[in-house]
T-cell receptor, first 111, second 113 residues
């Protein structure tokens, strides 16, 4: 079983709609969680960190469920520019600064 | 703004060649990482370094070595390139704080013929 798992998609989303997807992690010692965004043929870039209490950044909302060991990302009022691959990233305290990446969820927003 | 640069965006090499991929960061970060990214496999950690002259194996170090002679520079070396090393290579750096995010370079697309 992969340490961090994501539905690869693609999620085909009408412009203006809401889309949500999850990421599950297997190691209960995981401490820090992030969502990265990666555009085609570009490097990953941090979208947002995920906090225990859940957090929001504009149209993006991230949630953490430690009991069920998953994090989620919700995108409201989807824009064409939201089309990208979203990578779930997990850090274990014992691993120092090593991050473990999920395979990514591809989102395609269509007019 | 943190800047992580990589020496080449695209590289074509022949089987058996020695290949050097260079990564430089300008923010005095202690930690640097080399990943490769392949379709369906995501990002996989090859090597990382916590300090100058220090290196540790990641998840897939076979066929690779690294060098960190200066804090700002982390080099990935393919001693004898093989076709299964055709991939996108990404360098990343991070300050010394646990839980902080990584900053990535633009990547090097390597094709080994």
């Amino acid at each position: 079983r992969k340490e961090v798992e994501q539905d690869p998609g693609p999620f085909n989303v009408p412009e203006g709609a809401t889309v949500a997807f999850n990421c599950t992690y297997s190691n209960s010692a995981s401490q820090s969680f992030f969502w990265y965004r990666q555009d085609c043929r570009k490097e990953p870039k941090l979208l947002m960190s995920v906090y225990s209490s859940g957090n929001e950044d504009g149209r993006f909302t991230a949630q953490l469920n430690r009991a069920s060991q998953y994090i989620s990302l919700l995108i409201r009022d989807s824009k064409l520019s939201d089309s990208a691959t979203y990578l779930c990233v997990v850090n274990k305290k014992a691993a120092g600064n090593k991050l473990t990446f999920g395979g990514g969820t591809r989102v395609l927003v269509k007019p | 703004d943190v800047k992580v640069t990589q020496s080449s965006r695209y590289l074509v090499k022949r089987t058996g060649e020695k290949v050097f991929l260079e990564c430089v960061q300008d923010m005095d970060h202690e930690n640097m990482f080399w990943y490769r990214q392949d379709p369906g496999l995501g990002l996989r950690l090859i090597y990382f370094s916590y300090d100058v002259k220090m290196k540790e194996k990641g998840d897939i170090p076979e066929g690779y070595s690294v060098s960190r002679e200066k804090k700002e520079r982390f080099s990935l070396i393919l001693e004898s390139a093989s076709t299964n090393q055709t991939s996108m290579y990404l360098c990343a750096s991070i300050p010394g704080l646990v839980g902080e995010t990584q900053y990535f370079g633009p990547g090097t697309r390597l094709l080994v013929l």
